[in-house]
């Protein structure tokens, strides 16, 4: 019987990992948001639904989970609070019916006053990363998210 030797795992190639890198930097960017807006009860998840509604003023679910790039396990969780708080308007709810959502007043006055402290986060941001930097950046991620589907 031959003794095999466990090699030990050698964890240094994670610092090129581009999955862990990615949800790290995503984490870090979605806990300064979460701290910089806080005070409006939002999270970074929600906030492009309502966006998303406020551009359109009613989309059936499938439609906001395509736009979005959310699975639809995802857009429910989302979802379900933005409801709860009045937010939005979810109707024909059940099995086969085609659920429509709608942006609710309330949801509209929440947003307005949301985005001007998103546009004040949002320009710490690039002016940390620099604004032609970050249009490299996004451009650059954009290119290979597309090239990956």
Known sequence: ??????????????ENCVCFNLRWVSRAFSQFFVSELNQHGLLPTQTPILGLLAAKPEASMA???????MDR??????????????????????????????????GRAVLQKFLPDWQLAQQKVIKTLGKERWAEILRD?????????
């Open 73 to 106: 396990t995802t857009l429910v969780r989302n979802l379900r609070p933005l409801e709860r708080d009045g937010l939005i308007k979810a109707t024909g709810k059940g099995r086969g019916n085609k659920v429509s959502l709608a942006l609710t007043p309330r």
């Open 63 to 69: 439609e906001v989970s395509d736009w979005l790039g």
């Open 141 to 149: 991620l954009e290119r290979a998210a597309l090239a990956l589907t």
């Open 1 to 14: 019987m031959h003794t095999i030797m466990a090699k030990e795992l050698d964890l240094s190639a994670m």
